[in-house]
Each structure stands twice: as C-alpha cells, then as structure tokens.
C-alpha cells in the first residue's frame, strides 16, 4: 500500500504537520497556485458563456513533477490548500489537473494544531464548487477589467499603466482624501482655557457653555470680551454634580482587517508584511523539543466567533492568572456582511504566552504574536467598571462642564491597555470633592488659538478598515490592493501616510470620467455581495459575469469612438514651438513622469525634460505631512529627470534639506530589520539599498513587497524585460516569468 498524500499551499506547514500525522503521511506543496489565466492573453471566451483558459503557471514544471511522483501508487489523497475561496481553487485546480477530483479528499485546517489536524482528515470532505466557482467568478471579473480597462490608458497616458476592479475603488477612495485635504481651509476658533482652585486643589477646565449654548469664539476679540467677562463673574459655583457608574467592555478578538489597523498603528507593519508574519504563525514556529506548532487560527476571517473549546481554555486561564472574578461572559456577534468562514483570529493555545515561547519567535513575529494573544485573552476578561463624576460650574452666563473618570475594577485593562474615556483630558482630570453650591476660585484664565485640522491622510490600517467598513474587498486581498497601488507608483507610503502621486491623480481622474459607475464604491460592494451569493450556491458565475460584461461592454465601445477627443482633453499646450520642426509644444505622460514633446509626434520625436520650462515642478510634488528639520518648511516628495524620488525641503534654493526616499520594503536578508531606500547613481541609474549601516545589500530591479515561495525571503524583485517581466529573488536566484 502507498502512503496518504497530503498536498498543502507552503512547504513550512509540512513539517507540522507531519509532526502530527506521522509516518503513513507524506506531505508536499504546491507553492501556491499551479493553474491559472496565461499572462499574456484575455483567456477568457466571452461568446461561449465566459469559458476560461486555464493554463500551467510558466515556472511550475518542477512542482507538477514534483507532485504528479509524490501521487503514484497513492493510498489516498487529501488537498489541505489555505481554508478560503484561493485555497479551494488551488485544490480544484490540483485535483482537475491529476484527474483525481472525484478521489481526492478536502481537508480544512482552521489551525494547525493536532487536535484540529487529526479532526480534519478524519472529517475530510469534497472539493466545495461553489466556493471554487466564486473564485473563478472574481479571477474572472478582474481579468475582464484589467485586460480591457488597462490598453486604454496606455493609449491616452502611457504603457505600463494598469487598471484594477478594486485597486482602482480604493485609489479613489485615496484621491478623494487627498482632494479633501487639498481644498481644505483651516477655520480659526479660540477656547478659553481655566486653571480653578477649590480645597486648596487646583485643576484645569474649560468654558463650555454661554448663555445656556455652546460657547464659539471665533477670533482673537471676541475672546478678550469673553475673558474679561468671565474674569468680572468669577468665582463659580457648583451647580450640578451627576455620578454614574459605567462598564467598559474588552474589544473583540481581532479580524483580518483589525488585526492590520492594530499593528500598523502599534508596529508601523505594512498590511502586506503583517500577513507574512501572521501566516508564519498559523503554519508552525518551532518551539525547541516541541517540534513545530502552530500558534495562531487562519489569519484571514472577517468573523469574531470563538470556538467553545478556545473559550473554555481561556477561562481556565483567566482564572489561574488573575482570579475568578476577571473572566468575562461576552459573546461577540458577527456583522451581517462577514461570510463568517473561520473563527476569530486567536492563539491556539492560551497556554502558550508570549513570554514563554519569545525565544523561539523572530522578533516581528514575537511582536504580532504578543498582539494577537493578549487580544484574545482581554476579550475573554471581564468587564472594567468605572466612575464618572461630572460637574457643572456656573459664573454667570458661564458655564464650565467637567468631569473625571476613575476605575473601580480594571478587568480587561489589566493586560489591554486603551484609554478609559474617549475623552482624553477627562481620564487625566481630578478634582476635590465637591458639593452642590460649593465656590469654586478662578486662579487663572488663557485664551488659545487654535484652527480646524484637515482630515487626517489614511495609513495602511485605516484604508483597510474603510474598505472593510464600505464592503469593498475581502480579508484574502486587503493586503494585495495596497501593495499594487504601490508597485504601481499610484500611491507613495512615507511616515505610514498613504499619498497619491501626480500619476495616480491623473489615472483616477480618467478613470473616473469613464467608467465612473463601474469604479464605483457601492456598486464594488454590491459586486462582492454577488460573489457572496455564488459561494453560497444562490446564483451562477457566468450570471454575475453577463449582468456585468453587458453594460460594460457598452461602455467600452461608447469611451473607443471618443478615445480621441478624451486624449485631446488630456494634452496640455504651452506657449512655445518645436525648435526642430514649429509644430505646438505639448505636455505629455511617460514612463518616470511629464515630459515636453512636439505635438508632431511620431514625424518628429523632439522632447525635453519638463524641468526646463517648470523649473519648480510643482505638479510633481506630492507634500507630506512632516516638517523640515531645518527650516521647519513642509517636506516634499520630487522626482529627478530619472523618475528616482527623494525627499526635498517645499522653501528650496533657500533650504536646500534632503534626504533618500524611504520605499518601506523590507531588506531581503535574513535578520535585517532595515528598509529599501530608492537611490539614483551618479550615472542617473536608480538603484535600491538597505537603510541599515551594518548592511550592504544593493539591487537594481524594483523591489516588491512580496516574499520567495522558494526560501521565504521578505522581499522578490521584478527586472523589466521587453518579453516580459521577471520575478525573481536576490537571495535564492527563484525566478518566474
């Protein structure tokens, strides 16, 4: 008899796995997907019910021989690919292409532990259609867009230009917030900061209220009539005190989307790299005579659901840590919109804590772990218990309204630590004792100016979470959409703040003008719902397919006959003629940017950096939200005449403040903890080197924040050729067309 095959997606599950199988097992991967759309061609027959080609995955031949041996003489064969819509298709593909799918086996590991392992096999199932059929459905739609969206724009800007189903949605949903803080004009508005005293305490406080409304002072003299009036009907009185009781409860475990708001906040981790890391979690860490374990459920979920033996486990925990009295009783509910396909995101084991097992971790992974587990353990504490006391001061028509919170009982603050109140100031302030017709003294009163901020710039956490808030996207490709609108140089990320450059305002705003329904955030959700419904066997693929090809179709042929006149509106003249031949100067896009060429192109090819008649490029700018630390003038970003980018001082020549552009791709090498910055040669090449001293990696393709399938390296290249491009690593030399 032949051994049980077991085919996984990554080659570090394996030896977890075969940990708990044992030796009637043999485990191999498939490096991903093996079957997918060629690259180079639409593959999908619209005339015949939307009929894809599949095809190998140039590069694959080593893995299918791999695995066609690894099937010979097979006793049985269990296709244990990630528990999601990519995992499902990576399995049907598997079993199509060996012909084994009315044989094979489905296994599902919600978490690699041997409990769940065993369980999995021994409840193995079919392959689920539907949910392979929702994959197809949005491989499909996306290669629909892509492939007749993008030759647009390479015809109306330039080639290279891609266009994508979501990415395009979540880069206008970045142009929006830059458009809005663009435009915004700070309102000045002043407060009238007190210092009281009363029982010999002082403490601080503000004017709330006149003449029972909300005091507004909206300049500098207005507030001097304000503060002398105040001054004149000083002191105040106590003329309310309300004291409430309040419970706080622990936040839920985290979901995909949470999970990537809390570490980018907390870490400054990109989406990208904070599922690496949490992947590397769930597939197994070695944990010394242990052997490999895995020490966190499936990364990618939008459900807060809790198994009730993790709940259990957590309690007893609880319990033996702090005392009966923290274990809490909340049961989270899943929003209505979640598929609700796997738990929350959790330690496997409650046991296991992060202080215990750190030495075996990296320390990122440490870091994400750490996070993950004292979430799951806080949402299973009890709740905190608070006191809030809030008085009302009167002097006259003034009124001051303050008040302070304390914690009775910490609960689930006791390892999660968030503030009490939302109000800040208000956690901070503490009064006397006070009754009701008490004086209170005024020993002192400020006006300060202040003015309205924009709204703030997204990071990479908080455009996930609007994407997740708006129904756009899934928890399987958050992280993707904010990585292509990088590698695309539609967006730059500097200080964790997601800035659109020049060249994805002008891509958003074309695509905008034409397909602005299509683009579109509610219409995109709709389309995941759509999705929804097919994993759900409620309605077929090529119908989600036809509802949406028809009017786009239209659309498509509507934006061809017009293409000219769009391209028209694009062409910007200025006032000078070609010095080779007369014809209009024009402004035209490129490949690294805006460039000066004859409008007499392709008979005359004349062109000129567009720094010699703008010598400012303001266009070219995209400003920051940091100061100089020179001058204190806003920084920028700007290109030279190669496309490299740099970080200049907004006030040169006079401050002439820079320094390298930071592209936030991990270093390559192992135990690196430093960054890729974009640099240009003395010869004008651009090239990219680590951040870190004690490091001298160097490369000179674009780096992509994507890791090796072969050696697990954090960051692959991309080497631009006219066959193609090629994906490749520094490290191992893995290369993929």
């Given at each position: 008899?032949?051994?049980?095959?077991?085919?996984?997606?990554?080659?570090?599950?394996?030896?977890?796995?075969s940990?708990?199988?044992?030796?009637?097992?043999?485990?191999?991967?498939?490096?991903?997907?093996?079957?997918?759309?060629?690259?180079?061609e639409?593959?999908?027959?619209?005339?015949?019910?939307f009929?894809?080609?599949?095809?190998?995955?140039?590069?694959?031949?080593?893995?299918?021989?791999l695995?066609?041996?690894a099937?010979k003489?097979?006793?049985?064969?269990?296709?244990?690919?990630?528990?999601?819509r990519?995992?499902?298709?990576?399995?049907?593909?598997i079993?199509?292409?060996?012909?084994?799918?009315?044989?094979?086996?489905?296994?599902?590991?919600?978490?690699?532990?041997?409990?769940?392992?065993?369980?999995?096999?021994?409840?193995?199932?079919?392959?689920?259609?539907?949910?392979?059929?929702?994959?197809?459905?949005?491989?499909?739609?996306?290669?629909l867009?892509?492939?007749?969206?993008?030759?647009?724009l390479?015809?109306?800007?330039?080639?290279?230009?891609?266009?994508?189903?979501?990415?395009?949605?979540?880069?206008?949903?970045?142009?929006?917030?830059?458009?809005?803080?663009?435009k915004?004009?700070?309102?000045?508005?002043?407060?009238?900061?007190?210092?009281?005293?009363a029982?010999a305490?002082?403490?601080?406080?503000?004017?709330?209220?006149?003449?029972?409304?909300?005091?507004?002072?909206?300049?500098?003299?207005?507030?001097?009539?304000?503060?002398?009036a105040?001054?004149k009907?000083?002191?105040?009185?106590?003329?309310?005190?309300?004291?409430?009781?309040?419970?706080?409860?622990?936040?839920?475990p985290?979901?995909?989307?949470?999970?990537?708001?809390?570490?980018?906040?907390?870490?400054?981790?990109?989406a990208?790299?904070?599922?690496?890391?949490?992947?590397q979690?769930?597939?197994?860490?070695e944990?010394?005579?242990?052997?490999?374990?895995?020490?966190?459920?499936?990364?990618?979920?939008?459900?807060?659901?809790?198994?009730?033996?993790a709940?259990?486990d957590?309690?007893?925990?609880?319990?033996t840590?702090?005392?009966?009295?923290?274990?809490g009783?909340?049961?989270?509910?899943?929003?209505?919109?979640?598929?609700?396909?796997?738990?929350?995101?959790?330690?496997?084991?409650?046991?296991?804590?992060?202080?215990?097992i750190?030495?075996?971790?990296?320390?990122?992974?440490?870091?994400i772990?750490?996070?993950i587990?004292?979430?799951?353990?806080?949402?299973?504490?009890?709740?905190?218990?608070?006191?809030?006391t809030?008085?009302?001061?009167?002097?006259?028509?003034y009124?001051?309204?303050?008040?302070?919170?304390?914690?009775?009982?910490?609960?689930?603050?006791k390892?999660?630590?968030?503030?009490?109140?939302?109000?800040k100031?208000?956690?901070?302030?503490?009064?006397?004792?006070l009754?009701?017709?008490?004086?209170?003294?005024l020993?002192?009163?400020?006006?300060?100016?202040?003015?309205?901020?924009?709204?703030?710039?997204?990071s990479?956490?908080?455009?996930?979470?609007?994407?997740?808030?708006?129904?756009?996207?899934?928890?399987?490709?958050?992280a993707?959409?904010i990585s292509?609108?990088?590698?695309?140089?539609?967006?730059?990320?500097?200080k964790?703040r997601?800035?659109?450059?020049?060249?994805?305002?002008?891509?958003?705003n074309l695509l905008q003008?034409?397909?602005?329904?299509i683009?579109?955030?509610?219409?995109?959700?709709?389309?995941?719902?759509?999705?929804?419904?097919?994993?759900?066997?409620?309605?077929?693929?090529?119908?989600?397919?036809d509802?949406?090809?028809?009017p786009?179709?239209?659309?498509?042929?509507?934006?061809?006959?017009n293409?000219?006149?769009?391209?028209?509106?694009?062409?910007?003249?200025?006032?000078?003629?070609?010095?080779?031949?007369?014809?209009?100067?024009?402004?035209?896009?490129?490949?690294?940017?805006?460039?000066?060429?004859?409008?007499?192109?392709?008979?005359?090819?004349?062109?000129?950096?567009?720094?010699?008649?703008?010598?400012k490029?303001?266009?070219?700018?995209?400003?920051?939200?940091?100061?100089c630390?020179?001058?204190?003038?806003?920084?920028?970003?700007?290109?030279?005449h190669?496309?490299?980018?740099?970080?200049?001082?907004?006030?040169?020549?006079?401050?002439?403040?820079?320094?390298?552009?930071?592209?936030?791709?991990a270093?390559?090498?192992?135990?690196?903890?430093?960054?890729?910055?974009?640099?240009?040669?003395?010869?004008?090449k651009?090239?990219?080197?680590?951040?870190?001293k004690?490091?001298?990696?160097v490369?000179?393709?674009?780096?992509?924040?994507?890791?090796?399938?072969e050696?697990?390296?954090?960051?692959?290249?991309?080497?631009?050729?006219?066959?193609?491009?090629?994906?490749?690593?520094?490290?191992?030399?893995?290369?993929?067309?």
């Amino acid at each position: 008899m032949g051994k049980k095959v077991v085919i996984v997606e990554s080659p570090s599950k394996s030896k977890t796995l075969s940990k708990y199988l044992g030796k009637d097992f043999k485990i191999v991967a498939s490096m991903g997907h093996i079957i997918d759309l060629p690259k180079k061609e639409l593959a999908v027959d619209i005339d015949n019910d939307f009929k894809p080609k599949f095809v190998v995955i140039p590069g694959k031949s080593k893995t299918i021989k791999l695995l066609k041996d690894a099937l010979k003489n097979a006793e049985q064969v269990f296709l244990a690919s990630d528990p999601d819509r990519e995992g499902e298709a990576i399995a049907f593909h598997i079993a199509r292409h060996f012909k084994i799918l009315k044989t094979a086996k489905r296994v599902l590991f919600n978490e690699i532990t041997k409990k769940a392992v065993l369980d999995g096999v021994a409840n193995s199932t079919e392959i689920d259609i539907d949910k392979v059929s929702a994959q197809i459905a949005r491989r499909l739609l996306d290669r629909l867009v892509g492939y007749k969206v993008s030759p647009l724009l390479w015809k109306l800007l330039h080639k290279g230009l891609s266009a994508g189903r979501v990415q395009s949605v979540a880069l206008k949903i970045l142009a929006k917030r830059d458009d809005e803080i663009e435009k915004f004009v700070p309102k000045e508005f002043w407060i009238l900061d007190l210092i009281l005293d009363a029982l010999a305490k002082k403490f601080p406080a503000k004017i709330t209220k006149f003449q029972g409304k909300k005091l507004e002072i909206a300049n500098q003299k207005e507030a001097k009539k304000h503060t002398d009036a105040v001054k004149k009907n000083a002191p105040f009185t106590v003329d309310k005190i309300d004291v409430k009781k309040l419970r706080k409860n622990p936040p839920p475990p985290f979901i995909t989307s949470s999970l990537q708001l809390e570490v980018s906040r907390k870490l400054g981790f990109s989406a990208k790299r904070t599922m690496r890391i949490a992947q590397q979690l769930y597939e197994g860490v070695e944990l010394g005579e242990k052997g490999p374990v895995g020490l966190i459920t499936y990364m990618r979920t939008d459900s807060v659901r809790i198994a009730n033996v993790a709940r259990a486990d957590a309690k007893k925990f609880i319990s033996t840590q702090f005392g009966k009295e923290y274990i809490g009783n909340i049961v989270y509910k899943t929003k209505k919109s979640a598929q609700d396909a796997h738990e929350a995101i959790r330690p496997t084991f409650a046991q296991n804590t992060p202080e215990q097992i750190k030495s075996y971790l990296t320390k990122e992974q440490y870091r994400i772990y750490e996070l993950i587990w004292l979430r799951f353990i806080a949402s299973q504490m009890a709740s905190a218990k608070l006191e809030r006391t809030k008085l009302e001061l009167k002097a006259g028509d003034y009124i001051v309204d303050i008040s302070a919170t304390k914690v009775l009982f910490d609960g689930f603050l006791k390892i999660w630590k968030v503030p009490i109140t939302e109000n800040k100031e208000e956690a901070d302030v503490k009064f006397p004792s006070l009754k009701i017709g008490d004086t209170v003294k005024l020993s002192q009163i400020k006006p300060s100016q202040h003015f309205t901020k924009p709204p703030a710039r997204y990071s990479e956490g908080t455009l996930v979470k609007e994407l997740e808030t708006q129904g756009i996207g899934r928890p399987s490709t958050y992280a993707q959409i904010i990585s292509t609108l990088l590698d695309r140089k539609y967006v730059n990320l500097d200080k964790k703040r997601l800035y659109v450059t020049e060249l994805g305002k002008e891509v958003n705003n074309l695509l905008q003008k034409m397909f602005p329904k299509i683009f579109e955030e509610k219409f995109t959700a709709k389309m995941e719902e759509e999705l929804d419904e097919v994993e759900q066997g409620d309605k077929k693929w090529q119908q989600v397919l036809d509802e949406f090809y028809t009017p786009f179709a239209k659309k498509l042929t509507e934006i061809e006959k017009n293409r000219k006149e769009i391209k028209k509106g694009l062409v910007k003249e200025i006032d000078r003629n070609c010095p080779e031949c007369g014809s209009p100067l024009i402004i035209r896009w490129g490949r690294y940017g805006k460039f000066i060429a004859c409008s007499n192109f392709p008979k005359c090819k004349y062109t000129e950096p567009l720094d010699k008649d703008e010598k400012k490029r303001k266009s070219e700018v995209v400003k920051l939200d940091e100061k100089c630390p020179q001058c204190g003038s806003q920084l920028v970003i700007k290109y030279n005449h190669r496309g490299g980018k740099f970080i200049a001082c907004s006030n040169y020549p006079k401050c002439k403040y820079l320094r390298s552009y930071s592209t936030g791709i991990a270093c390559p090498r192992e135990n690196c903890n430093g960054n890729l910055l974009e640099l240009t040669s003395k010869k004008g090449k651009i090239f990219y080197a680590c951040d870190n001293k004690d490091c001298d990696f160097v490369a000179f393709n674009e780096p992509v924040a994507e890791p090796c399938p072969e050696c697990g390296a954090k960051t692959t290249f991309v080497k631009k050729l006219k066959s193609g491009d090629v994906h490749y690593c520094e490290i191992c030399k893995w290369r993929q067309a």
